[in-house]
């Protein structure tokens, strides 16, 4: 693992969702690019000595000299964006399969020339979207890829946090500290953080591509150097138009991210809050709730749930379905098998480049007073 | 009343919600343009005969004709949009009050010409936007003018609906069919039936101005003549910005009006359909949830609510309010009394007005492809 | 009217739910035994002078000696249950058809003979269980009669208040004081309070008959004279079983009624705070939520509402439906015309004799500490 | 691990939960009475195949037979019922300590001398009663404890599940099967299985003594040999009397687990399907809902959540959250130290000992006609 110091957020949660069907083992890492915090981290996972090391090119270096079996298999990288194209290079040019946290890289341009590096190299690469490891957005997506919902109209996702409402980057907040930072989180704030992954997860369920975006992004907090509030009109090109808000000062907001599409015959509605109830609407019949676990779920849903009906699974396991499907189709590679066809989907180059798209479009779009809409991709 | 014939849908309302408190009494009516529905109309409401006109000319003119005491005290204009502005000039000319649906008039010109004669008649007006009546809305607007939220940054007002879905009008649904016809509805479909209701919530309860709107307006119904869906974004005079969405085409959706407002301390939640709640949520505090009825409300929101709290009160409640609020303002000037000020609470002329600029700014945004931000009033 | 002086609770709902429809006209009242508050209470209510009665007897008395056209036509009785058995055989001796508030008596043998004297008269009477007027509460009543849960197996009723966690009737909660006064609730109080419109419910959605009641009745606060808690085990007479919880110490709680009905297929759920939703849960297919208003109720349900889908009815219209369906069955009997069986659905006597002797049963099993099981009816 | 072989729902549960937060590792196993289950599942689990045994008697014996660091640290039994006191005994008097599945014991006889083992052994034992394990059951737990919803009145328990409402035993589920056969379950059904979390979670919660139960057991499906159905009427050791309803028939439902507490002055209620709330009602002030990961939840449900606000965790997380603080508290004993308060809490002997005398009392009640109250304890 490269980041993930102790105290980091994200870190600790990719080290929870890699162990937790028991296929992943963390056996190295560079937690920082301070050496006595990387030591203390390693020192703290119960790793040796040896395999904590000072800094990720060091790392890579060794691990790759390190004979087969007894070097690592891949390579999570978990730090602020600035920190990603780098590694993921590296790693790739030393034949390391990689786990990239979202956003892809910092830049398009960076975007663009790691996923011709991962194409070249032929191998992995994961990209952390953990919203659509859910189960239920899955069988979101399954249906709407049957076409229960009839041709989609209308697509509604927002992203609303309240983190950011004052300045707590000024107040020792680290993840405020890089997030709100240009040189380290790049062009968007809060549509590059949270943005990106309501932009995925629309992508991802309606199986649409957003052709064009109308947007206005703001800055509330003064003083900050990104946007940390922003709406966008969309269209898609299938014809369908949607609305996408992210914020990060809406007040008193947890996490919520809620996605909802209508087709012509109905629409579905899920909240990653309570994560485990997906709600269809129709025009034909009464409401139905979906849940998790339950023996009504499409197969492709059940394939990504632990426990039964009733016993809600959350971020974590969504999160680990993304590291699961990662480890199931390395392991089949490795075995020169194919995976199962439900294990192949986790989010990949081709998203990463998607999500730099789409930050791109929306900025130039959401600083624009006088251009409406900008073309995406 | 005019119109509101037998199975016309706004004019039972009306006449639930007007006679709720029983401070209203049906005296008369021109129910509709079909004189035989007109009558037959009246005769199922119990009303002579003789109060009973053929068209809304010769009942004002009659009506005014009877002496005092005995002639109606106000007129209530329940048609479509393209009868509004006729029958409420001629009522005030003839010195009546009216009731009024919304939105205002067919045009923003008649509306403008509109407001002025009420304000040089000194007649009363009362425009029926029903859910600023719900006791919870009434809280809301007093909590934000309170500054318990601080300094407002971000709205969210969203109206999906799912009934015109498909092409209703051509199957003999009343509603439908003049709602979406530009002759009888006005240069806005969604946006006037539905939008305005979302807007005026939206600066009811903020006490904002939207000074500015940037649209994308869509009809997604083959073959039908006005917009059935938009989004727009909004700025408002204080600086906040806010996305307000409406549809019509959001197969499987009742009538689920929301809003969300977030301010610099917290912000709050209230969507009609469970509209005995108002969710606030906040930096500094837990999640707190206010019922009507219960001790916790505000006096404003308390002088809205007939039942104690877990006796839910709803729509026509909500819209009976508007007709208790403007009786009693009325009743109080017939005494030469002053209203206490919190019934002097109905929207009237100004909201009117309001709502007018508002379809026709949304209609020139949202119909532009080139032009992002069209000003507002 | 007898009873509902200004400031009574109970007496407002009622004038407020006759008028609603525009059947009923409030014509005459004796509103309280101090004939001041009375008088003051027609006054504010618009009624002529010597329509206002000192005495309940007097008003039966001049009512019915009145031309027939003038003289009221049924009596609502909304006095505490001491004057209910009085007023209502008095006004059915004289001719009056009645409308009177739950519990039906004081005792049991009262119940029985207010029931006779109803037979003998062949006058109607409607007994306000108003929960069971909501259109959701007849539509899962119908959905167990068509057999669409299979054979019912058990059932949850649970009522939990929170409005007398403390000693309030000493304190000057005029509601309060009458129901913890045995002489004038009668021998129960939470029992009898809401316990009654719990059990009510239980036997109108199930159509099952409770046979045994193994109960625990309590009192918390300190000085009370009657109940303010208790659960009961019910047994039915299709084998199911139940539970009934009824709390007016559930301190927080407002009104917060709910029934859920399991059968062999399938279970339901209501709950009175957020009455528009019925939610069914299937063995063989995902979670259903019915949603008043819709085209997806059946007919009965259909025929107690007055708004479409997602314009929320509540409380009042509930209790409406009780006066309306009763208003048109006397109307219907006037005319000599058969009313529509949907429209005949109003409590009577029999379910006010079933009520009483719940309150019977109830306190019966609930104070005793040896013997389990208590027959009923 | 003893018992827990692939297809087994429970034991797979326990792997997870156990490694969820890199503290434990599986390195031996005894999966199943059927030795090539057994060794099926301990390849999959990727184990060497030498520390998978033919039977638990085996595998205690020679991993007591390894050198100390080499062995295992402790023993996790998943098994059914009857297989609990067995290997629990023999593992303690070979010096390791436990983790067990609840019940405790098939008998209360083996509940007593288990705990009194467990006590003669100076090792640890936990009983994985996973819902106590959640964050803000722990919030409730201490709220409660702090006197914030004053002296507690009455508690609601609840957890309806429809699993067992056809006879699915005779059908291949292999759960259904042994939990519903009396010779490997035990006295109670429903009640040992679900009714003892619930009971559980009600003492945990309130921190009171149930004293006294009255009870209704009934079986549903016939044939079947246990109870599927219950409810029970309870009294607390100072006053407060409460309902706990069980059900394994009740159609529809998943694992709907619930508890509402209220006291003199407050209410609270926690519904394990939405884990991540915990509702607060007050009598003076509007309602109140703490959610996990945000900054109001009190220090002990912080400590035993991984992720922000809005991130939801769910059942893996509580049930890991039991084998957390169990390893903390071995590791501090292994190294002398004193574990944190916080992490001392998991269910022990104590807990499995209750349960027992539960599941004696309410089949006693529960089956009786005659004897109402059956003393507990």
Redesign the interface.
């Known amino acids: 693992m490269i980041g993930g110091g102790l105290n980091a ?1 994200i870190g ?2 990719h ?2 969702a890699a ?4 296929r992943v083992e ?1 056996v190295c890492g560079c937690f920082s690019s301070h050496p006595e915090v990387s030591f203390s981290t390693g020192k703290s ?2 790793l040796p000595k040896n395999r904590v090391y000072m800094t990720w090119q060091e790392m890579i270096e060794k691990e790759a000299a390190l004979p087969e079996g007894e070097r690592m298999d891949f390579v999570s990288i978990v730090t602020p964006n600035h920190v990603h194209y780098g590694p993921a290079m590296m790693a790739l040019e030393n034949g390391f399969h990689v786990v990239l946290d979202k956003p892809f890289t910092f830049t398009l341009e960076e975007a663009l020339k790691l996923r011709e590096k991962v194409r070249e190299s032929g191998l992995l690469l994961a990209l952390t979207h953990t919203y659509t490891g859910y189960p239920a957005v899955k069988q979101a997506r399954d249906m709407v890829a049957r076409g229960m ?2 041709k989609i ?2 697509v ?1 996702v ?1 992203y ?3 983190w950011l ?2 300045k707590v980057e000024d107040r020792g907040n680290i993840q405020a500290s890089w997030r709100t930072d240009p040189s380290r989180s790049g062009k968007a704030g809060c549509m590059g953080d949270i943005g990106t992954h309501a932009h995925h997860l629309a992508e991802y369920v309606t199986g649409l591509r957003t052709t064009e975006i ?3 992004l ?1 800055t ?1 907090v003064p003083g900050r150097l990104l946007d940390d ?1 922003g ?1 966008a ?1 969309l ?1 898609f090109d299938n014809g369908a ?1 949607g ?1 996408l ?1 992210a ?1 990060q ?8 991210l809620k996605i ?1 599409v ?6 579905l509605e899920w909240a ?5 109830s997906l709600v ?4 034909d ?7 998790t ?2 023996g ?1 779920m499409h197969p492709v849903a059940a394939a990504h749930t ?12 969504a999160f680990a379905n993304i590291y699961r499907n990662f480890a199931l189709t390395l392991m089949a590679r490795l075995d020169g098998a194919d995976p199962k066809p439900e294990w192949l989907d986790f989010p990949g180059p081709d998203d990463g480049v998607r999500g730099m798209q789409f930050i791109d479009t929306v900025v130039k779009a959401g600083t ?6 900008v073309k995406m991709g």
Chains 1, 2, 3, 4 share one sequence.
């Open positions: 957020f600790a949660i080290r929870l162990i937790m069907d028991g963390l996972l119960f919902l009839g109209r209308k509604y927002e609303p946090q309240g409402s004052e109308c947007a206005d703001a509330f509030d709406a009109l269209r138009t609305v808000m914020s000062i809406a007040a008193g907001e947890e996490n919520a909802r209508y087709g012509e015959k109905g629409g990653q809050q309570e994560p485990n269809l609407k129709w025009l019949k009464p409401m139905e709730v979906y849940r676990g339950t009504f632990r426990t039964p009906g009733g016993h809600p699974e959350g971020y974590l396991e624009s007073h006088t251009s409406k809409w």
